[in-house]
T-cell receptor, first 110, second 114 residues
Framework: GQQVMQIPQYQHVQEGEDFTTYCNSS?????IQWYKQRPGGHPVFLIQ?????EVKKQKRLTFQFGEAKKNSSLHITATQTTDVGTYFC??????????FGKGTMLLVSP | DAGVTQSPTHLIKTRGQQVTLRCSPI?????VSWYQQVLGQGPQFIFQ???????GRGNFPDRFSARQFPNYSSELNVNALLLGDSALYLC?????????????FGPGTRLTVL
Protein backbone atom coordinates (compact mmCIF):
# COMPACT_ATOMS: atom_id res chain seq x y z
CA GLY A 1 0.00 0.00 0.00
CA GLN A 2 0.85 3.64 -0.18
CA GLN A 3 3.51 4.81 2.27
CA VAL A 4 4.43 8.36 3.17
CA MET A 5 7.69 8.94 4.99
CA GLN A 6 8.84 12.09 6.72
CA ILE A 7 12.27 13.17 7.92
CA PRO A 8 13.50 14.19 10.35
CA GLN A 9 11.30 12.77 13.09
CA TYR A 10 12.33 15.56 15.43
CA GLN A 11 14.21 18.85 15.24
CA HIS A 12 15.18 21.32 17.92
CA VAL A 13 16.22 24.79 16.74
CA GLN A 14 16.99 28.14 18.25
CA GLU A 15 14.51 30.88 17.55
CA GLY A 16 15.49 32.61 14.32
CA GLU A 17 17.00 29.51 12.70
CA ASP A 18 15.45 27.93 9.64
CA PHE A 19 13.69 24.56 9.60
CA THR A 20 12.89 22.09 6.83
CA THR A 21 10.91 18.86 6.86
CA TYR A 22 10.83 16.44 3.94
CA CYS A 23 8.11 14.11 2.81
CA ASN A 24 8.53 11.16 0.43
CA SER A 25 5.91 8.88 -1.03
CA SER A 26 6.32 5.34 -2.34
CA UNK A 27 3.85 6.17 -5.13
CA UNK A 28 3.05 9.16 -7.32
CA UNK A 29 0.63 11.47 -5.58
CA UNK A 30 -2.35 13.29 -7.02
CA UNK A 31 -2.11 15.91 -4.28
CA ILE A 32 -0.42 16.49 -0.97
CA GLN A 33 -1.64 18.36 2.08
CA TRP A 34 0.27 19.73 5.04
CA TYR A 35 -1.09 19.93 8.58
CA LYS A 36 0.21 21.32 11.86
CA GLN A 37 -0.62 19.82 15.23
CA ARG A 38 0.21 21.81 18.34
CA PRO A 39 1.04 19.84 21.51
CA GLY A 40 -2.21 18.49 22.93
CA GLY A 41 -4.15 19.71 19.91
CA HIS A 42 -5.54 18.36 16.69
CA PRO A 43 -4.21 18.62 13.13
CA VAL A 44 -4.95 21.91 11.40
CA PHE A 45 -4.79 22.25 7.63
CA LEU A 46 -2.01 24.46 6.29
CA ILE A 47 -1.98 24.04 2.53
CA GLN A 48 -2.56 21.74 -0.43
CA UNK A 49 -0.25 21.22 -3.42
CA UNK A 50 -1.57 19.68 -6.62
CA UNK A 51 0.68 20.55 -9.56
CA UNK A 52 4.09 19.10 -10.35
CA UNK A 53 6.85 21.48 -9.19
CA GLU A 54 4.36 23.71 -7.40
CA VAL A 55 5.68 26.18 -4.83
CA LYS A 56 3.43 28.02 -2.41
CA LYS A 57 4.29 30.51 0.30
CA GLN A 58 2.49 31.50 3.47
CA LYS A 59 4.45 34.27 5.18
CA ARG A 60 7.57 32.49 6.52
CA LEU A 61 6.45 29.04 5.30
CA THR A 62 7.40 27.72 1.85
CA PHE A 63 5.88 24.52 0.50
CA GLN A 64 7.17 22.62 -2.51
CA PHE A 65 5.84 19.68 -4.50
CA GLY A 66 8.42 17.68 -6.43
CA GLU A 67 8.49 17.41 -10.20
CA ALA A 68 7.69 13.70 -10.03
CA LYS A 69 4.92 14.34 -7.48
CA LYS A 70 6.48 11.86 -5.08
CA ASN A 71 8.09 14.25 -2.62
CA SER A 72 7.37 17.51 -0.89
CA SER A 73 9.00 19.84 1.59
CA LEU A 74 8.05 22.50 4.10
CA HIS A 75 10.59 25.19 4.92
CA ILE A 76 10.17 27.70 7.72
CA THR A 77 12.36 30.79 7.63
CA ALA A 78 13.43 32.40 10.90
CA THR A 79 11.46 30.16 13.24
CA GLN A 80 9.47 31.60 16.11
CA THR A 81 8.29 29.93 19.31
CA THR A 82 4.78 29.93 17.87
CA ASP A 83 6.00 27.47 15.20
CA VAL A 84 6.32 24.71 17.81
CA GLY A 85 4.32 21.62 16.93
CA THR A 86 4.32 18.55 14.73
CA TYR A 87 4.09 19.02 10.99
CA PHE A 88 2.45 16.28 8.96
CA CYS A 89 2.31 15.74 5.26
CA UNK A 90 -0.59 13.70 3.90
CA UNK A 91 -0.82 12.42 0.37
CA UNK A 92 -3.39 10.88 -1.92
CA UNK A 93 -2.48 8.36 -4.62
CA UNK A 94 -4.96 7.06 -7.15
CA UNK A 95 -8.23 6.16 -5.47
CA UNK A 96 -6.70 5.86 -2.03
CA UNK A 97 -7.64 8.03 0.89
CA UNK A 98 -5.39 10.52 2.63
CA UNK A 99 -2.25 8.83 4.02
CA PHE A 100 -0.37 10.73 6.70
CA GLY A 101 3.33 10.61 7.39
CA LYS A 102 4.58 10.15 10.94
CA GLY A 103 5.29 13.85 11.23
CA THR A 104 8.23 16.02 12.20
CA MET A 105 8.15 17.45 15.69
CA LEU A 106 9.61 20.95 15.85
CA LEU A 107 10.81 22.44 19.10
CA VAL A 108 11.94 26.09 19.12
CA SER A 109 13.98 27.49 21.98
CA PRO A 110 13.84 31.25 22.64
CA ASP B 1 -19.84 28.81 13.16
CA ALA B 2 -18.99 25.83 15.33
CA GLY B 3 -16.20 23.57 14.25
CA VAL B 4 -16.17 19.80 14.39
CA THR B 5 -17.22 18.54 17.81
CA GLN B 6 -16.45 15.18 19.37
CA SER B 7 -17.60 13.46 22.53
CA PRO B 8 -16.51 12.36 24.96
CA THR B 9 -13.19 14.15 25.39
CA HIS B 10 -11.61 11.36 27.38
CA LEU B 11 -12.60 7.78 28.03
CA ILE B 12 -11.15 4.96 30.09
CA LYS B 13 -12.19 1.39 29.35
CA THR B 14 -10.95 -2.07 30.19
CA ARG B 15 -9.98 -4.81 27.80
CA GLY B 16 -12.93 -6.57 26.21
CA GLN B 17 -15.33 -3.69 26.65
CA GLN B 18 -17.05 -1.79 23.86
CA VAL B 19 -16.91 1.94 23.18
CA THR B 20 -18.89 4.44 21.09
CA LEU B 21 -17.40 7.74 20.02
CA ARG B 22 -19.43 10.57 18.54
CA CYS B 23 -18.73 13.30 16.03
CA SER B 24 -20.69 16.26 14.68
CA PRO B 25 -19.32 17.78 11.47
CA ILE B 26 -19.22 21.40 10.49
CA UNK B 27 -22.63 22.58 9.32
CA UNK B 28 -22.98 21.91 5.61
CA UNK B 29 -20.28 19.24 5.52
CA UNK B 30 -21.56 15.90 4.32
CA UNK B 31 -18.47 13.75 4.70
CA VAL B 32 -16.97 12.46 7.94
CA SER B 33 -13.74 10.52 8.30
CA TRP B 34 -12.37 8.77 11.35
CA TYR B 35 -8.68 8.48 12.19
CA GLN B 36 -6.69 6.76 14.91
CA GLN B 37 -3.60 8.57 16.15
CA VAL B 38 -1.25 6.63 18.35
CA LEU B 39 1.26 8.68 20.36
CA GLY B 40 4.16 9.75 18.18
CA GLN B 41 2.49 8.71 14.91
CA GLY B 42 0.44 10.40 12.24
CA PRO B 43 -3.32 9.93 12.00
CA GLN B 44 -4.23 6.59 10.45
CA PHE B 45 -7.39 6.40 8.36
CA ILE B 46 -10.19 4.16 9.66
CA PHE B 47 -13.40 5.07 7.79
CA GLN B 48 -14.96 7.66 5.54
CA UNK B 49 -18.69 8.21 5.31
CA UNK B 50 -20.50 10.38 2.81
CA UNK B 51 -24.25 10.82 2.58
CA UNK B 52 -24.68 8.04 5.17
CA UNK B 53 -22.76 5.48 3.12
CA UNK B 54 -19.33 4.03 3.80
CA UNK B 55 -17.01 5.29 1.08
CA GLY B 56 -13.66 4.14 2.38
CA ARG B 57 -12.21 1.78 4.93
CA GLY B 58 -8.69 1.58 6.26
CA ASN B 59 -6.74 -1.45 7.39
CA PHE B 60 -8.56 -2.01 10.69
CA PRO B 61 -10.19 -5.19 12.03
CA ASP B 62 -13.92 -5.81 11.96
CA ARG B 63 -14.08 -4.83 15.62
CA PHE B 64 -14.20 -1.28 14.28
CA SER B 65 -17.46 -0.09 12.77
CA ALA B 66 -19.09 3.24 12.11
CA ARG B 67 -22.22 4.85 10.81
CA GLN B 68 -23.47 8.24 9.70
CA PHE B 69 -26.85 9.65 10.54
CA PRO B 70 -29.26 11.75 8.41
CA ASN B 71 -27.95 14.92 10.09
CA TYR B 72 -24.41 13.85 8.98
CA SER B 73 -23.18 13.23 12.51
CA SER B 74 -21.32 9.98 12.97
CA GLU B 75 -20.47 7.31 15.50
CA LEU B 76 -17.43 5.07 15.69
CA ASN B 77 -17.83 1.80 17.56
CA VAL B 78 -15.02 -0.40 18.73
CA ASN B 79 -15.81 -3.84 20.19
CA ALA B 80 -13.69 -6.18 22.29
CA LEU B 81 -11.18 -3.47 23.16
CA LEU B 82 -7.50 -4.31 23.22
CA LEU B 83 -4.68 -2.45 24.96
CA GLY B 84 -3.42 -1.43 21.53
CA ASP B 85 -6.62 0.47 20.84
CA SER B 86 -5.47 3.18 23.24
CA ALA B 87 -5.11 6.27 21.09
CA LEU B 88 -6.51 9.65 20.14
CA TYR B 89 -9.49 9.15 17.85
CA LEU B 90 -9.97 12.03 15.48
CA CYS B 91 -12.98 12.88 13.40
CA UNK B 92 -12.58 15.07 10.34
CA UNK B 93 -15.30 16.62 8.24
CA UNK B 94 -15.09 17.75 4.65
CA UNK B 95 -17.50 19.49 2.34
CA UNK B 96 -17.66 16.59 -0.08
CA UNK B 97 -16.13 13.29 -1.00
CA UNK B 98 -13.15 14.55 -2.98
CA UNK B 99 -9.66 13.86 -1.65
CA UNK B 100 -8.82 17.43 -2.66
CA UNK B 101 -10.98 18.77 0.15
CA UNK B 102 -9.38 20.26 3.23
CA UNK B 103 -9.99 18.11 6.30
CA UNK B 104 -11.32 19.91 9.36
CA PHE B 105 -10.40 17.93 12.45
CA GLY B 106 -12.23 17.84 15.74
CA PRO B 107 -10.44 17.95 19.10
CA GLY B 108 -10.47 14.16 19.34
CA THR B 109 -11.42 11.58 21.93
CA ARG B 110 -8.57 10.24 24.03
CA LEU B 111 -9.28 6.53 24.66
CA THR B 112 -7.30 4.65 27.27
CA VAL B 113 -7.73 0.88 27.50
CA LEU B 114 -6.53 -0.72 30.73
Amino acid sequence: GQQVMQIPQYQHVQEGEDFTTYCNSSTTLSNIQWYKQRPGGHPVFLIQLVKSGEVKKQKRLTFQFGEAKKNSSLHITATQTTDVGTYFCAGVSGYSTLTFGKGTMLLVSP
Amino acid sequence: DAGVTQSPTHLIKTRGQQVTLRCSPISGHKSVSWYQQVLGQGPQFIFQYYEKEERGRGNFPDRFSARQFPNYSSELNVNALLLGDSALYLCASTLGLSSYNEQFFGPGTRLTVL
